[in-house]
Structures are given as C-alpha cells and as structure tokens.
C-alpha cells in the first residue's frame, strides 16, 4: 500500500543522502591523491632530467612507473569492499551452522484428511540485536481438505511466517500445528514434504530443460505424466513457442522464462507431485496480465480436492477463497488474526480488510477477480 511505501521509500533516500555526505570527503580527498600522482612526477621527473640528475631512460622509467602506481592502491580499496560481503557472507553460515536443528523423529503415521489445524500458536525469533521478537501470537484456525484458506495483511504482519510454520520450517514457540490430526513434529520430515507442494512468491528453475525443471515434482514421474501436468498449469501455451519444445533449457534461474512463465512451471510441478496440501506464497506477484489469467486458471485446477493455503498480495486472487484471514501486526506488536470470513462478509465488515480492498479497487492495474475459485 502507498501509506507504506512512501515512508519507506523516503526513508531509504534520507539514509543514502546522510551516508553519501559522511563518506564523500573522504573518498574524494583519496581519490584525488590516486588520480594526482602524474602532477607530481612529471615535473620533478623533467626537473631532474634538465639538471642532469638522471637519463632519459631513467625518466621514462620512473614517469611510466609513477602514473602506474595508483592502480593497485585502486584495486585494493575494491577488495576491502569485497571483503565486507565476503565477512557478512562468512557471518550467515557460521549463523546457520550453529542454528539448532530441529529433531526429526523419522517416524511415518497413517494420515486420514489432509485438515490443518493450528491451535494458539506463538512465534519468536532472534532480530540483529540478539534479542529475541515475537512476530506471531495466539494465531488458530482450521483448513478443511476441499477448501481454499487465504492469508492477507500489510507487510510485516507475519504471513509469510505463519506460512513457514505450516511446513515446519521452523517450530511454534508455544501451541501446535496438526496435520490430519498428527503434530508436525511427530511427523518424518520426509513423509511431511510428500503432504506437501510449494509455490513460492520467488521461483527456482535450475539451468536445465522445462522437461527437467517439471520432473523435479517426482522424479519418477513419466513423460505423459510431465505432459499432463505442464497442460494443467498452462506450460504447453509457453513451449509452443520455444525452439526445441520441452528440452529448451531455461537458463540459470530460469532467466530465458519471464517471472510469468516461471511460476506456471513451478505450478506444473506442484500438479505432478500432486500432494495433499498446497501452498501458494503469492504465485502471481511477478505475472504480467496474460500470465496471470493462465496461472490463476492453473491454480483453480490445483486446489481441487485440496488443503489450499495462500498468501496473497493482489486481493484479487483471494475474491473466491472459503476463508480469508487478516493478519495485522500494528506497530511493534506480533502478527494477530483480526478478521476472518469470505470476502463479503469481510468487506461489509468495515474494518482493515474493508480498507485493504478499496486501496486495491483504487488502483490502476486493478487484478482480473475471482481468482482461485472461479467465482462469477
């Protein structure tokens, strides 16, 4: 939302201005000694050839070597840059490396219904200071299989965290989270990701071709199988128009695909791992009008007979979902559910969501409606 944005943005500009005035007269006093060298070399240079104190050889030594020296000084300011990424790089594996893990029990339970129950759950972790933040408190509700749970709010409320609660990215601090009636950390990890697909807001495609980019949904799948799930996500309409079809490679992060056509590939797996429970993290955030259409129509396929759990940005994807909950977290304090209910009953509610949506209608790229549900 622009009541977001533009503090931000006017924030990010007020700190780039302070900072360029601290360091501007040091970096220019030291970039002026290096480009200024030839002012003293040459003439003394010169000064010392007419007085006889060195050849022409000699001076041409030391005039070449003079202007030269600047270069390395250069480079080395360059690496002490490098070396601050490289020292924030080295500080986030040592900080992975002594994370605790969390404790798989490798144990496979028979599952009935895939229904997600979250019961009170609480959430914290450590900021920069080393202190630790609650991001979410008290958070319930329940995902019927069949049905579509959407997840809005403003940013910073916590969905993106409740939602890598849900796939046991991390543990709550407090409550718990079942899944057709088992808590997640009863469950092997292994047999928990089968449950499983992620599409997230940010696709991975690996340098490889759309055929092997699918197939990673199950390995073992068959080519008829990779078809069928590449026509349920709208990925045949793309490779009709690659040169070789579905042994086109995509390139490094998929980057020969526009954001549009990565997330429909990413779909195409989701539809060939075909798991129980679906999660979305804002699969059309990078879609282009045309993209969106075919990935919202590869969604309302997917979420058939489904568990659905999405985070939406555009409101309009969420127009049709069974339930919809507003995250809310108002100034420091953790992320809350402050409403829930369909998209009616929410906008006749007047309340944030009330407020979200008419910030979104006001919009000029206003999204296409209806989305996951194909409501009319």
Request: hydrophobic content about 45%; overall charge negative; some cysteine.
């Amino acid at each position: 939302p622009f009541a977001e944005t533009h503090p931000a943005v006017h924030y990010a500009s007020r700190f780039q201005s302070q900072w360029g005035r601290e360091v501007l007269p040091t970096f220019s006093l030291f970039f002026v000694l290096v480009a200024t060298n030839a002012l003293g070399v040459v003439p003394l240079g010169v000064w010392l050839w007419r007085t006889g104190s060195v050849d022409e050889r000699t001076l041409v030594f030391f005039i070449v070597f003079g202007l030269g020296y600047s270069m390395p000084v250069v480079k080395l300011l360059e690496f002490f840059s490098s070396l601050d990424h490289l020292t924030f790089g080295a500080r986030a594996i040592l900080e992975l490396s002594d994370a605790d893990a969390l404790v798989d029990g490798q144990r496979r339970v028979e599952f009935d219904e895939p229904r997600l129950t979250v019961t009170a759950v609480d959430f914290s972790h450590l900021d920069d200071a080393g202190s630790r933040r609650q991001v979410l408190r008290n958070i319930s509700f329940v995902a019927e299989p069949g049905t579509v749970t959407a997840i809005v709010g403003p940013s910073g409320a916590g969905k993106s965290t409740l939602v890598k609660l849900l796939c046991r990215f991390w543990d709550p601090d407090a409550g718990s989270i079942t899944l057709g009636g088992h808590d997640l950390r009863d469950v092997g990890v292994d047999q928990l990701m089968e449950q499983i697909s992620f599409v997230f807001q940010e696709p991975f495609l690996f340098d490889e071709t759309v055929r092997a980019n699918i197939a990673l949904g199950r390995p073992t799948a068959t080519d008829d199988e990779i078809l069928a799930a590449a026509r349920a996500a709208r990925v045949d309409r793309i490779v009709a128009e690659l040169p070789d079809g579905f042994d086109t490679v995509v390139g490094e992060r998929g980057s020969r695909l526009s954001g549009g056509e990565q997330q429909r590939v990413t779909l195409a797996r989701a539809f060939l791992k075909s798991a129980p429970v679906v999660i979305l993290d804002e699969a059309t955030a990078f879609s282009d009008p045309e993209n969106e259409v075919a990935i919202q129509e590869g969604i309302a396929a997917l979420v058939e007979g489904r568990t659905v759990i999405m985070i939406a940005h555009r409101l309009s994807t969420v127009v049709g979902a069974d339930t919809i909950l507003v995250l809310d977290a108002p100034g420091s304090e953790p992320g809350e559910i402050v409403e829930r209910g369909t998209h009616d009953e929410l906008v006749a509610a007047d309340g944030l969501y009330t407020q979200m949506w008419a910030a979104f209608t006001e919009r000029d790229d206003v999204g296409l409606g209806d989305a996951v549900r194909g409501a009319p």
